[in-house]
């Protein structure tokens, strides 16, 4: 099956620093990632979709300027939380879309990050 | 709107017990649904998935689920539950052209001995 990694898997910053966050497919090519949010004992909210080679799509709510994703390749994107406060603490999950054309395509997830801003 | 209802935050039942989770959607068109499972330290991962044909959907580890668009519902079930299976589920709509995925709230499931 498709691999999709993430690192760090946890992460205590001070409030103000920015804590930059990898998703990787390992063994696909993935065209398309997407990062979510997950809440403590809550669901996953969308944040973004990010495209190989352009700007990343927000969903409403997403501030852009907060969250930066980056997919600089094939198989990596990146999620910049900037000048994180502790309401940012959250667990993120990135996933990558393996293309099989329309709906035979699967998100694959990567094991989530811990982000914890003191 | 569209969106996704687990009716259930936690179900606990004891291990090779039947189990059966629910799951409502509302979308105005013929859903894409799929049921996920999280367990610590892992990602999600892909239990079964609807896209059409026959409503009973046969997925991994035992499990089935059965597309009713009568009930607007699609609920994920297993005949006999191991403790293994102890970890949240999520029912999902596939929304945005196969790009936004819409999860439900999750039912978590605890596996008594």
């Known amino acids: 099956g498709a691999v999709v990694s993430q690192h760090p898997s946890r992460v205590i910053c001070k409030s103000g620093t920015s804590v930059k966050i990898e998703c990787r497919s390992l063994?696909?090519?993935?065209?398309?990632m997407f990062w979510y949010r997950q809440f403590p004992k809550q669901s996953l909210m969308l944040m973004a979709t990010s495209n190989e080679g352009s700007k990343a799509t927000y969903e409403q709510g997403v501030e852009k300027d907060k969250f930066l994703i980056n997919h600089a390749s094939l198989t990596l994107s990146t999620l910049t939380v900037t000048s994180a406060h502790p309401e940012d603490s959250s667990f993120y999950i990135c996933?990558?879309?393996?293309?099989?054309?329309?709906?035979?395509?699967?998100?694959?997830f990567g094991p989530g990050t811990r982000l914890t801003v003191l | 709107a569209q969106s996704v209802t687990q009716p259930d935050i936690h179900i606990t039942v004891s291990e090779g017990a039947s189990l059966e989770l629910r799951c409502n959607y509302s979308?105005?068109?013929?859903?894409?649904l799929f049921w996920y499972v999280q367990s610590p330290g892992q990602g999600l991962q892909l239990l079964l998935k609807?896209?059409?044909?026959?409503?009973l959907v046969q997925g991994i580890k035992g499990f089935e689920a059965e597309f009713k668009r009568s009930q607007s519902s699609f609920n994920l079930r297993k005949p006999s539950v191991h403790w293994s299976d102890a970890a949240e589920y999520f029912c999902v709509l596939v929304s945005g052209g196969y790009n936004k995925l819409i999860f439900g709230a999750g039912t978590r499931l605890a596996v008594h001995p």
């Open positions: 996933s990558a879309r393996r293309p099989r054309g329309g709906a035979g395509d699967e998100q694959f």
């Open positions: 063994d696909f090519q993935a065209t398309t």
């Open positions: 609807y896209f059409s044909g026959d409503t």
């Open positions: 979308y105005g068109a013929t859903p894409y």
